[in-house]
């Protein structure tokens, strides 16, 4: 049985930032929180489970929900805060997270997919880490040439953002937003195929209304309602192509002698 590997990053909405706006905090956790309330009533209803990737900060200030999320997801450490990190930022993240959910924290994303140390995550105490996309991204990465699919590296495991074979199309966001489905369907169909298993990856925040902050097109192109529909229309294709997985679930099949 294929698996899909469903996952979220769930983050202060700080994007804007990044274009020249401020957002005030707790307008940075509220989008959030209401792109999640859109998001759990739909993977209840279709029974899909997912790995949450949450900042400390965020569930901090959302404990309730993030202990709620996690009685049928898995949770993962997506660093403390999203903007700024510090090395003392993976073992607090993770034992907070723990603190908060009172489950096992055992996975790692960094914020942007910036570089994280192997090294740092063992010795903070994580299993995986999903900060890797296998791809180039013109002002963001050039992992073109890295390993596709999941693998052990400096004894940790490595599970990368699921890209095609050969060309390498990234399964991510931006390419949702910015490409008709019938072409993401068919690039997450070659995957499968190739792999038995895809690993994507979206934000709650991006199925709220952003267009009124100064960000490029290609981030608010589609977002809201108009998202959302596209997106529920997409996990009820998924579901016919495989079984949906936490990433823990998944790894935990995976013999890595």
């Known amino acids: 049985m294929k698996k899909i590997l469903l996952s979220f990053d769930v983050e202060e909405f700080d994007i804007?930032?990044?274009?020249?706006?401020?957002?005030?905090?707790?307008?940075?956790?509220?989008?959030?929180?209401?792109?999640?309330?859109?998001?759990l009533p739909l993977l209840d209803r279709l029974n899909i489970k997912a790995t949450f990737f949450v900042t400390a900060?965020?569930?901090?200030?959302?404990?309730?929900?993030?202990?709620?999320?996690?009685?049928?997801?898995?949770?993962?450490?997506?660093?403390?805060?999203?903007s700024s990190f510090e090395l003392s930022h993976l073992k607090k993240s993770r034992e907070t997270l723990?603190?908060?959910?009172?489950?096992?924290?055992?996975?790692?994303?960094?914020?942007?997919?910036?570089?994280v140390s192997k090294k740092d995550l063992i010795e903070a105490g994580y299993i995986y880490d999903s900060s890797l996309n296998p791809t180039f991204i013109p002002g963001r990465y050039n992992n073109f040439f890295s390993q596709r699919t999941i693998h052990k590296k400096e004894n940790i495991i490595v599970v990368p953002s699921s890209v095609t074979p050969l060309i390498r199309f990234p399964l991510f966001w931006l390419?949702?937003?910015?490409?008709?489905?019938?072409?993401?369907?068919?690039?997450t169909a070659l995957t499968l195929t190739s792999d038995n298993y895809v690993c994507l990856y979206f934000h709650p925040w991006e199925f709220e209304d952003i267009s009124k902050y100064k960000?490029?097109?290609?981030?608010?192109?589609i977002d809201g309602d108009k998202l959302f529909q596209r997106f529920e229309k997409y996990l009820y294709?998924?579901?016919?192509?495989?079984?949906?997985?936490?990433?823990s679930e998944f790894l935990q099949t995976i013999d890595f002698k």
Not at 99 to 111: A, D, L, N, Y
Not at 237 to 247: D, V, Y
């Open 16 to 39: 804007p930032e990044e274009y020249g706006s401020i957002v005030p905090e707790e307008e940075k956790i509220s989008i959030t929180e209401k792109g999640l309330e859109k998001l």
């Open 57 to 82: 900060n965020f569930a901090l200030s959302r404990k309730e929900l993030v202990k709620n999320i996690s009685a049928k997801h898995e949770i993962a450490s997506h660093s403390f805060y999203h």
């Open 98 to 115: 723990g603190q908060i959910t009172g489950t096992k924290v055992s996975g790692f994303r960094m914020p942007r997919l910036a570089h």
């Open 175 to 187: 390419s949702f937003k910015n490409f008709p489905l019938s072409l993401m369907k068919v690039f």
């Open 215 to 221: 960000m490029p097109a290609y981030i608010t192109r």
């Open 237 to 247: 294709w998924l579901k016919s192509k495989g079984e949906f997985s936490t990433i």
